[in-house]
């Protein structure tokens, strides 16, 4: 275990959100006019330079390569391979957030407006997929706790449900009945408000691409890959537990939780195992992803193989 | 003069993805990989076994017949590759994890299945075994199409969500087997 505890975020580790839009947008630029090759590597080091925060792992990062063109994103077809080629077509700037249910501010806001106030800092989490694989990813993100803080959720506002942007046209797998269209996800609030709990912009050091989850996405590393819902477009706060897409799908092998666990497999197939992608052998799968220490205490007392 | 022919053609699918492997084109998790594309040649030449004898009949093609043991051994050559994926890059030959595999995940149990069963059939392909056995022969063949059934649940059970590809198979081995029984109601009712 190499999670580092209770360590501050230093200035230097963290991008004011002003400074990492700016770049956003010179690399659109730059991409217009064919620069983005010749720039890049220019633009983005102090990403890739800056050191991993408290939370972040030391572990082997996974190539850029194998995390872009190995993913699971329905919306674009259930073959790995479907997002990268698929993706292509979704707009993702300009790009809304709808907030709504039980939170004093309430509305449609634009994520640039969403993201100013923030700071966007890197952590490398572990991401494990209820298929039996890993990944190390070094996300660029905000805690979620902060958005929430700032929506001002009453005090009926037991969960945070999110969902996917629905567009049939630009999400071709949407047109198919894979699963119940919007995806839908969401956590407990206390879930939602630890500080592991992330919402992601980008990925080693550069922008989302739509493969996985552009504009905006949730990171869970402690629970399985799909409960972490890509291009967010709905947030609702809510007194009642919502309905995930997965658990809509099969009742019987997906819950709400679907917290990691290698004690309590998949009813089709062990979890006890999980190959980290890159690696030949497998890695014995730890509770939690390995994040015991910084969420075993929001199920204290829960039966974790009736709660999957 | 056509066998040779085909039995390179029916081992081009192996050296092909021994090839995707070396150069590694088979993407971030190449040994999952190798294990799916090994399941499904399995699969497609089991078909294919099955497809020979009303291919000949629509196309009155005699050859056809006689590499229909090639074709099924070829099936069983992907299949043990198959189970050696599981036992080696899945499992790492770990028996107690695939000893509780084959008891508590129906999958592998039936798939387990498969491979238990097409080994005697591979066994008794030979001239020789068919004259031993005289009419055992044709009945302890018959086992391919429990087989074939099982492998198609095999993959059903196996997959996630998506069953577009498993239920394509159900659709040709439906059609193959439907077709065996429509001749059979026919010539029981003459």
Redesign the interface.
């Known amino acids: 275990m190499l999670i580092k505890k209770g360590k501050f975020i230093k200035d230097h580790q963290v991008t004011d959100y002003s400074v990492y839009q700016n770049r956003r947008d010179f690399i659109k630029t730059a991409t217009g006019l064919g620069l983005a090759a010749a720039t890049g590597g220019i633009i983005q080091p102090s990403f890739a330079l800056s050191k991993p925060t408290g939370f972040s792992t030391q572990e082997a990062k996974t190539p850029y390569k194998d995390i872009t063109s190995y993913c699971n994103f329905y919306e674009f077809g259930t073959g790995k391979a479907d997002p990268k080629k698929y993706a292509k077509n979704l707009t993702t700037s300009p790009w809304s957030v709808l907030i709504e249910g039980e939170c004093e501010k309430t509305g449609r806001y634009d994520l640039d407006d969403l993201l100013k106030p923030l700071s966007i800092e890197e952590r490398i989490y572990r991401f494990r997929c209820v298929e039996g694989w890993s990944m190390v990813i070094p996300w660029m993100g905000f805690p979620l706790a902060q958005l929430i803080k700032r929506m001002k959720p009453t005090a009926k506002a037991k969960y945070v449900y999110f969902e996917t942007l629905y567009d049939p046209k630009q999400m071709r797998g949407q047109k198919t009945k894979a699963l119940d269209w919007p995806y839908i996800e969401g956590l407990r609030i206390d879930e939602a408000m630890n500080p592991l709990t992330l919402m992601a912009t980008g990925l080693y050091g550069k922008d989302l691409l739509n493969q996985n989850g552009a504009p905006l996405r949730l990171v869970v590393p402690w629970k399985y890959g799909f409960k972490s819902i890509k291009s967010i477009a709905k947030i609702r706060f809510m007194e009642k537990q919502p309905v995930n897409s997965w658990q809509k799908a099969n009742m019987t092998e997906y819950g709400f939780y679907s917290n990691v666990n290698p004690q309590v497999n998949h009813p089709r197939w062990s979890q006890r195992k999980e190959r980290r992608i890159g690696e030949f052998r497998k890695r014995k799968t730890k509770l939690f992803n390995g994040y015991a220490e910084q969420v075993a205490g929001l199920y204290s007392g829960m039966d974790l193989k009736k709660n999957f | 003069m056509i066998k040779p022919f085909v039995f390179l053609l029916l081992l081009l699918p192996a050296l092909l993805l021994a090839g995707a492997f070396w150069n590694q084109t088979l993407?971030?998790?190449p040994?999952?990989a190798v294990i799916r594309n090994l399941g499904d040649w399995a699969l497609r030449l089991l078909l294919l076994t099955l497809a020979l004898s009303p291919l000949r009949r629509l196309t009155h093609w005699g050859q056809l017949l006689r590499l229909r043991r090639m074709v099924g051994l070829f099936a069983y050559f992907y299949a043990v590759l198959h189970l050696m994926g599981y036992l080696w890059f899945?499992q790492?030959f770990d028996w107690g994890?695939i000893g509780?595999?084959i008891l508590?995940?129906?999958?592998i149990t039936i798939g387990m299945l498969c491979i238990v069963l097409l080994t005697p059939l591979a066994l008794t392909s030979t001239n020789a075994m068919m004259r031993r056995m005289g009419k055992q022969w044709k009945r302890l063949h018959f086992l391919v199409y429990p087989i074939a059934i099982f492998a198609i649940v095999h993959f059903f059970?196996?997959v996630?969500?998506?069953v577009s590809e498993p239920t394509l198979y159900a659709i040709i081995l439906a059609v193959l087997l439907g077709e065996r029984l429509l001749r059979f109601v026919l010539k029981n009712k003459r």
């Open positions: 993407g971030a998790n040994l999952e899945d790492f994890e509780y595999d508590e995940r129906p999958f059970w196996m996630k969500l998506d």
